[in-house]
């Protein structure tokens, strides 16, 4: 058969499906385009091929919407059609939400500058441009405030409002990118650019996602007051006809900003209707952050099997997807438990494997690995192990302000290690390091109060160090107070077995005794719950 007759035959493949397909086209998309593309009538193929890439994009399958998607454009550029500048800032935009999805970084921040640079716009790079254009989107969005009735739903042309959205979107996810690269200036500047585009063309889900991107935004620059104000706006403006993939984000960035503050019930409620929403439009990616979400939320509330459930699951979704970020943070979870239950192997195995995975996690989850690392090696007595990977986690938390509160055990692993070296009088330890990596922490703290009782630990154990016993007693005390605040009953418990372990021959002693053992049953805590049942034994 000659290369005509092929191309006769595609073309009319295609006609058929057309033809007999009217009415639902959807499913065809992918068999259009190839049809189209091998008959070589490019507008139809790139019609196709966008309308596929789409698709999968929304049912979330990023690689199969990134191989569409970078077909389309290339076929458009190859025979100069398609070119409206719309057009190609939406390749580009939708080009970058897919590669995110996958954890290519480089290359979903290189498509989302791209999709902006379409519009003449351009992403600062150094912070005092940064600054500057922050400053001038902080003066629109005041006046917005001021003067709602001159700037809400201001614009109304159609191409116009077009731009605004495929550019707030393009702002949104650089936001998703600087939010895991541990830049916060960076984040809050396109966080308000999102918002100020967003509310020029008004209502609409990009408004709603906006109000939700900034809540979690605002808070990780501890202005927890503006932080509720958005969650407020982002909750209240999503009704019946808010699409559901936008509900689910919106939801997401709540959740995240809420768990910082320990809302646990609330955030759960979030998570878990976005994972039945993610599941119900075949969006794996976000079902798989949700579900991580959920079982984040879980834990602190003391459901630890359910949690520890969740985190191995969401390991064999990442296996599936052949997502090696989900994979990291299932291993990193399911560390962080096995380190509470004083399965030491079982933490560094976890590590290391997550290790293996290669440089694909964002900075932030650097700190949790290299501090959990750190304290699986001083448990399992491999000091210089401990010290050199705790001194991994110190390096990147002294050096970029806190933004993932999911981390938080990263930080609080670092100082127990480095503190422990000092107070055992370890060779190589650094008194100074050890005291300003807690001093990090309570910075940590300052923006996800769920880090305060933990800080209020160590704080306590330098305290009785020093002969400071008083004070000491002070700091767990009110540590405790924080946690039963928070409902983080483990954190509780930690506090509560240095009570018990410190303070005299008294009733608030046996409490205190009696209550951390609670709470070491429940999250199966055994080698601290067999301490527990011995101090109460030798109390009589």
């Excluded at 569409?68 to 580009?92: D, P, V």
């Excluded at 200036?185 to 650019?193: C, E, Q």
């Excluded at 709603?208 to 501890?222: D, S």
């Excluded at 954190?491 to 002693?509: D, I, S």
Aim: proline residues 3%.
């Amino acid at each position: 058969m000659t290369f005509s007759q092929r191309r006769s035959l595609h073309e009319e493949a295609a006609q058929w499906y057309e033809a007999n397909f009217k009415a639902d086209q959807d499913p065809n998309y992918p068999v259009l385009a190839h049809h189209w593309s091998r008959a070589e009538i490019a507008d139809k193929a790139i019609d196709n091929m966008d309308k596929a890439g789409e698709q999968s994009l929304q049912r979330g399958a990023y690689r199969e919407a990134i191989q569409f998607l970078t077909q389309s454009y290339e076929l458009s550029q190859e025979h100069g059609i398609r070119n409206e500048t719309r057009q190609l800032a939406r390749w580009k935009l939708d080009l970058g939400i897919a590669n995110l999805k996958i954890g290519n970084l480089d290359g979903s921040r290189e498509n989302l500058e791209a999709s902006l640079q379409i519009f003449n716009r351009q992403l600062p790079d150094k912070v005092p441009e940064i600054q500057k254009g922050l400053k001038q989107q902080s003066g629109r969005q005041f006046l917005h405030r001021i003067m709602p009735f001159m700037f809400l739903g201001s614009v109304k042309d159609q191409n116009t409002r077009e731009e605004f959205l495929i550019a707030a979107r393009a702002y949104e996810h650089l936001g998703q990118l600087f939010y895991h690269a541990n830049d916060p200036l960076s984040n809050l500047y396109t966080s308000v650019n999102v918002l100020n585009l967003a509310e020029q063309v008004g209502p609409s889900p990009q408004l709603t996602r906006a109000y939700g991107q900034l809540t979690l935004t605002t808070m990780i620059m501890n202005r927890k007051r503006l932080s509720n104000i958005f969650s407020r706006l982002a909750i209240k403006s999503m009704n019946d006809s808010t699409p559901l993939t936008d509900r689910a984000m919106t939801n997401e960035f709540v959740a995240i900003a809420w768990s910082g503050i320990g809302r646990w019930a609330e955030a759960n409620r979030l998570s878990v209707e976005a994972m039945q929403i993610s599941e119900q439009i075949g969006d794996h990616r976000r079902w798989n952050e949700n579900m991580s979400m959920t079982a984040l939320t879980l834990y602190p509330q003391g459901e630890v099997k359910e949690s520890l459930a969740l985190r191995e699951k969401l390991h064999l979704a990442g296996l599936r997807d052949n997502d090696i970020q989900i994979q990291g943070w299932a291993l990193l979870e399911q560390a962080e438990i096995a380190l509470h239950q004083e399965r030491f192997d079982d933490a560094l195995k976890l590590i290391q494997t997550a290790v293996e995975l290669g440089p694909v996690i964002g900075r932030p989850e650097e700190i949790w690995l290299y501090g959990m690392l750190g304290s699986a090696h001083l448990h399992l007595g491999n000091i210089e192990s401990a010290r050199e990977t705790a001194m991994e986690a110190y390096n990147r938390l002294s050096k970029a302000p806190p933004t993932a509160f999911y981390v938080m055990e990263g930080y609080a692993c670092t100082v127990e290690v480095l503190l422990t070296l000092w107070l055992e009088d370890e060779e190589g330890a650094d008194q100074a390091v050890a005291r300003d990596a807690l001093d990090h922490f309570s910075r940590f703290a300052a923006v996800f109060p769920i880090g305060k009782p933990r800080v209020s630990l160590w704080r306590g154990t330098i305290d009785w160090h020093e002969g400071n016993q008083k004070e000491a007693l002070n700091h767990w005390r009110k540590g405790v107070e924080e946690a039963q605040r928070l409902g983080m009953l483990y954190e509780a418990g930690l506090l509560q077995y240095e009570l018990g372990r410190h303070l005299p021959q008294t009733g608030e002693r046996q409490r205190h005794l009696q209550q951390a053992k609670m709470a070491f049953v429940r999250f199966e805590a055994n080698g601290r719950l067999e301490s527990s049942n011995e101090l109460i034994a030798a109390m009589g």
